[in-house]
């Protein structure tokens, strides 16, 4: 054997002396820390939806109950100027009802992630405001009052002993 690996000969241990590498064993990884040590990376910030994929979906939406409207009109042999005309109005009222509507993220399916993305702003906004919280509200900032408080205090304690 080479390098003072494995067995000085494989007669009598029943192998044929063959060394392999322990694919097992765990290289120790950089001292790379698993988390950010930066506390403002560390915030939750909520997943902000794409207004264009939105639009889109809506718009498809729109389409595939006009085109419903088409093929049931094609099928009863409706002239082809009246399916136009049904059509337009279809597709003019449904367009002002989606730009009213608001979103509710209950009939969604998980692989609508922008469209549950921006029912789940909405409900943070709606509970929000239900609440009274502001919008410029920072997550832990009474924790930093209180602590500046104490600050202060122990800073009046010490001038009020140095005298």
């Keep these: 054997m080479s390098s003072n690996v494995g067995l000085s000969t494989p007669r009598g241990s029943g192998t044929s002396g063959y ?7 765990l290289r120790p990884r950089d001292n790379i820390a698993p988390y950010p040590k930066d506390l403002d990376s560390i915030k939750h910030r909520q997943r902000q939806p794409d207004k264009d994929i939105l639009a889109h979906d809506r718009a498809r939406e729109i389409e595939v ?20 005309v049904q059509t337009e109005a279809l597709r003019k009222k ?30 943070s906004e709606k509970l929000r405001k239900a609440l009274g919280i502001s919008k410029d509200y920072e997550e832990g900032s009474h924790w930093k009052k209180q602590e500046e408080r104490l600050r202060e205090s122990t800073k009046e304690k010490v001038r009020n002993d140095d005298r």
């Design 65 to 84: 109950k006009v085109f419903d409207l088409r093929d049931r009109l094609e099928d009863e042999e409706v002239d082809e100027d009246e399916i136009e």
């Design 94 to 123: 449904l367009t002002s009802e989606m730009n009213g509507s608001k979103t509710s993220g209950k009939g969604l399916k998980s692989h609508q992630v922008h469209e549950l993305a921006a029912a789940k702003i909405q409900e």
């Design 19 to 25: 060394v392999q590498r322990n694919l097992s064993h």
